[in-house]
């Protein structure tokens, strides 16, 4: 793994230009993504950002986003798999609203810089950095933001894409060394920091994948917002996304269940070996009452017997 160590215990670079960014303008934009998002979106102001989901009507998870209000336009950006499904979903609820959404992917080169020493590599080659979670700061042609995909402090470059390359040399001067994609699985497992498309589907609702910080509760009405409040007002879940640890040494596949007196309580959805625990780190959705109460589990049909349990 290239960047593992560096991600640990320095910093390292994560090029993210693939990621998709949808530029929304227009006197309307923060009233319509506000209505598809999940988190307010109309109270953020110039140079703040938060995490968010886009549901369907049954309240199934379509994407999630980091939203940047960068003054004149609103910037979602999201996995690069779901990019053309988020931009078809929002351009299908404009009717009269003054909105213009475009692909801005191939404009931005985006490079994630995380890890314990992140803040001070990117210092040592730029000015002020932005202070608070999904907070902007002006970075050259373009912007830095306060975003982490591994869970790691983390921080990530938005610039012009004719600057990509320079880009990624000056991190590489300033000590930023490249972490390949299985480093990132690792550290963010580690972290318990899950991912759309491997954690997080359109299977699932927002209050199974313990991820609160997506959801606003007082913002007002939005797409899927009924399911939503429904399942909070009569606590209506039966599985949450949970870290486990596997004492074992080869990572599980996806959709491996785990099993407490033979009966499944959990059901993995990414996995991998940590040399730093000398175990399996994973996510899994664990059913409520297992949770609770943190009995011991067992990876089903392994041989020998591994046994899994939550941190």
């Known amino acids: 793994m290239t960047g593992y160590e560096e991600l640990r215990e320095s910093a390292a670079r994560i090029d993210m230009s693939r990621y998709g960014k949808i530029s929304a303008t227009g006197e309307d934009r923060a009233r319509l993504m506000n209505a598809m ?27 999630d986003a980091v ?64 202070s608070r979670d999904f907070g902007v700061a002006l970075w050259g042609g373009g912007f830095v933001a306060k975003v982490s995909a591994t869970g790691a402090p983390g921080y ?3 610039c012009p894409a004719s600057q990509h390359s320079r880009l990624i040399e000056t991190l590489q001067a300033a000590g930023a060394e490249e972490a390949d994609s299985e480093a ?22 927002a209050q199974e994948t313990n991820q609160m910080h997506a959801v606003s509760f007082s913002k007002g009405c939005y797409i899927g917002q009924e399911i939503v409040e429904r399942v909070r007002s009569r606590a209506q879940i039966h599985r949450v996304l949970t870290p486990v640890r596997i004492n074992c040494r080869l ?41 609770q109460a943190k009995n011991e589990m067992v990876l089903d049909n392994s041989t ?6 939550i941190p």
């Not at 491997?198 to 609702?205: G, S, W």
């Not at 040399?275 to 996510?283: D, Q, S, T």
């Open 37 to 63: 998002a999940t988190n307010d979106i109309k109270s953020l102001d110039p140079g703040e950002g938060c995490y968010t989901f886009f549901l369907n009507s049954q309240g199934r998870i379509l994407g």
């Open 67 to 130: 939203i940047f209000n960068l003054g004149e336009s609103l910037l979602v950006h999201t996995e690069p798999d779901t990019r053309l499904k988020l931009q078809e979903h929002l351009d299908k609820y404009i009717i009269a609203d003054d909105v213009t959404l475009a692909d801005e992917t191939e404009q931005w080169a985006t490079i994630g810089v995380e890890g314990p020493q992140s803040a001070a590599k990117i210092e040592a080659i730029s000015g002020t950095l932005p």
């Open 156 to 158: 990530r470059i938005f």
């Open 184 to 205: 990132v699985q690792v550290v963010r497992l580690e972290h318990g920091k899950p991912r759309y498309g491997e954690d997080i589907t359109e299977r699932y609702l």
């Open 251 to 291: 990572a599980p596949a996806p959709g491996a269940k785990l099993k407490v007196d033979g009966n499944n309580v959990a059901e993995i959805t990414s996995a991998a070996f940590s040399p730093a625990l000398n175990e399996v780190v994973a996510l899994a959705y664990v059913r409520v009452e297992q949770v």
């Open 304 to 309: 020998p017997m591994r046994t899994a349990y």
